[in-house]
Structure formats: structure tokens, C-alpha cells
């Protein structure tokens, strides 16, 4: 019942890991296949060993989590293994990379075997990289362009929601060859500890993610979903069944959890449990539900 094909991957539900939770190591991302996800994506890789930002790097906050990572990882050059472990989990695998320009992008691309390739340009705390390059559309065409013309898979374009536009965004990716967006990332936030003045994160800001975001999330489903004619694919804030419906009412094809997992890494058997019996109650199929806020 939730079986789709999207961007050529097939999917057995369309639940998928969100980049930067538990995918460090093909361990995590096929442990996380095996918990039912119907994909995985991993965390974002560069072209050099990067240690991110100074600790404290995360923080629970009422709302939901703060966190300045950094965009830590081992390069693409240490990573391929950890993909093809992640592929004996039998679902699709998809790189998350970053770069500071085009030829980042495309030297990684090129030297990296995934099913899939997520472009991380919306990342908002690492200088450089991802929300600095993201927020511009001719650099985000750009990019898309160069990886598109490098590698034989789909690619898709992860965009941030800090922007005055987000379907600009989604166009120039759309024109640049993407087989699909990823809507959204974080939204640049900040704690102080009121007992010294100073600021909780090491990074001083850094990214909210949570319940707190998904009626940012949604809406940026929404709209994207009126202005492209590539799939969406929804993340932000999902923690059950009934936020996964709903980003698929708004126009989402599929969606990624991230920091519900983090505290129930069983969530997508549960979330795929929930809305199959939904859409049985209610007689509609993952087809019927898609797009439909947009029929009212």
C-alpha cells in the first residue's frame, strides 16, 4: 500500500532517514533500514577530513533541538565504505554532499557510488558552505548543473528555509537539472545561558530542528509543490504518522525523519503502521492523498 517509485528509486514506504541523524557509519544506516525505513541518507560529506565546530554542538530546547555540528565528516575519500555497508540494509542509499563551489561538488560526485545524491545547500552554520551558497539561485543552478552533468543517478537538492523565497530556490535547482527537492533544512537559532550571558552553542548559533519547524516545513511543501514541476521530497519536524499524511496532503512525495529518531529509532515501523491503517480506514491510496490541500 505504501510501495512507490520516486526519482527511479524504488521504495518500499516513503519514509527516509534525514541527513545528519545516525548516518555517520553503514552500520547505523542499514541498522536504520532494517528498523523500516524505506531509505536512508547519509551525513554530509566533503572533500576533507573536517572536524566541525567546537562543543557544545547540540541542545534540547523547549521546542525542539539546537545544533552547530559543523559539518564534521571523514571526506569522500574514507566514505565509500560506509555506503556499501549501508546497502546490505536493501533500501536505496543516498550521498549527502557539500561543497563550496561546483567543482566541489562534482569532484565528490564523481568519486562516490550511491543510488542517489542529496547536494547540501542548506546547511546554516558552516561558513562557506551550505545556506551561504544555497541562498543564491544562480549558484544553486549551477551546482545542480555540474553534478547532474557528472553522475548517472538522480540528484536532488536540499533547500533552506532561510530564504525570502524558497520557490526561487526550487526553480533554479529545477533548472538546473534536479530530479527532486528536499524541503527543508534547519532554521538558524540561537540559546543563551542567562546565567553567564553567554551563548549555549560552541558556534554561538546554529540550527533548529523539531516539531517546532514543521509548519515552516509544510508551507515550503506547499508552495514548492505549486511551483515545480519535479517531486518534493518533506522533512521537518515529522514525529508521527499524522505528520507524515500531512506533509504528503501538502505536496510531498516522500519524507525524511531526523530528530524523532533520535528518541525512537523504531519510528518508521510505527509511522508506516500508522498511516497504512489510515488509508485503509479512509478507502485512499498514497496517490489519492498527494497533493490533495491543493484540491480544496
Given at each position: ?14 519514509l ?14 542499514k541498522?536504520?533500514?532494517?528498523s ?8 554530509s560529506?566533503g572533500?576533507?577530513?573536517?572536524s ?19 559539518l564534521p ?17 536493501g533500501?536505496?542509499?543516498?550521498a549527502?554532499?557539500?561543497?563550496g ?18 547536494l ?6 558552516a ?12 549558484l ?60 549555549i ?15 515552516v516545513?509544510?508551507?515550503s ?31 510531498a ?22 498511516m ?9 491510496t ?11
Open positions: 500500500m505504501l510501495s512507490l517509485t520516486l526519482t527511479g528509486l524504488k521504495l518500499k514506504n516513503p527516509m532517514l534525514a541527513a545528519g541523524i545516525m548516518g555517520t557509519t553503514g552500520g547505523s544506516l541498522r536504520i533500514a532494517d523500516g525505513a524505506g531509505a536512508v541518507v547519509t551525513k560529506i572533500l576533507e577530513p573536517k566541525g565546530h567546537s562543543n557544545p554542538s547540540m541542545v534540547d530546547v523547549d521546542c525542539g533541538y539546537l545544533n552547530a555540528m559543523g565528516n571523514p571526506s569522500y575519500k574514507n566514505f565509500q565504505h560506509e555506503i556499501d555497508t549501508a546497502k546490505e540494509g533500501v536505496p542509499v543516498i549527502s554532499i557539500f561543497g563551489c561546483s567543482l566541489d561538488f562534482s569532484q565528490i560526485s564523481i568519486a562516490i557510488h550511491a543510488d542517489a545524491f542529496e547540501n545547500v542548506s546547511c546554516p552554520h561558513q562557506g558552505y551550505g545556506a551561504e551558497i544555497g541562498t543564491d539561485p544562480i544553486v543552478e549551477e551546482i545542480t548543473h555540474a553534478v547532474k552533468n557528472t553522475v548517472d543517478v538522480p540528484v536532488w537538492v536540499k533547500l533552506t528555509p532561510n530564504v525570502t523565497n524558497i520557490k526561487s530556490i526550487g526553480l533554479a535547482a529545477q533548472r538546473g537539472g534536479a530530479d527532486a527537492v528536499v524541503a527543508i533544512n534547519t532554521i538558524r537559532g540561537m540559546a543563551i545561558d542567562i546565567e553567564s550571558g553567554y551563548p552553542l560552541g558556534n554561538k548559533f546554529g540550527g533548529l530542528s523539531g516539531r517546532a519547524i514543521k509548519p516545513a509544510v508551507k511543501v506547499y508552495d514548492l509543490y505549486e511551483a515545480l514541476d519535479i517531486p518534493v521530497i518533506g522533512v521537518g519536524g515529522i514525529s508521527d504518522w499524522k505528520d507524515a499524511i500531512e506533509f504528503i496532503m501538502a505536496g512525495q516522500a519524507v525524511e525523519i531526523g530528530s524523532a529518531v533520535g528518541n525512537n529509532i523504531n519510528i518508521f515501523n510505527e509511522i508506516s503502521s500508522g497504512e491503517a489510515f488509508l485503509s480506514e479512509k478507502e485512499w498514497l496517490e489519492d492523498i498527494y497533493g490533495m490541500a491543493h484540491q480544496v
